[in-house]
């Protein structure tokens, strides 16, 4: 359960973005939409060496 202190005289605004920041935090909803669809192992891996690939090209491309 999330829960956000409130000082005295807080505008209800502020506590709001606070509740909003610390659930985005707790990957809920993330979580949430990774489980909608099932990925096969395979697919996954070819996406993660995939951006590997990326990444270390974009690493070289700064050098």
Not at 5 to 21: S, T
Not at 29 to 35: D, S, Y
């Amino acid at each position: 359960m999330i829960i956000v202190p409130l000082k005295e005289g807080e505008n209800i605004e502020r506590a709001l973005k606070k509740f909003k920041r610390k659930f985005e935090r707790t990957g809920v909803v993330k979580e949430l939409r990774k489980r909608q669809a099932f990925i096969k192992p395979s697919v996954d891996r070819r996406k993660k060496k995939q951006h590997a690939v990326y990444v270390q090209q974009m690493q070289e491309d700064e050098d």
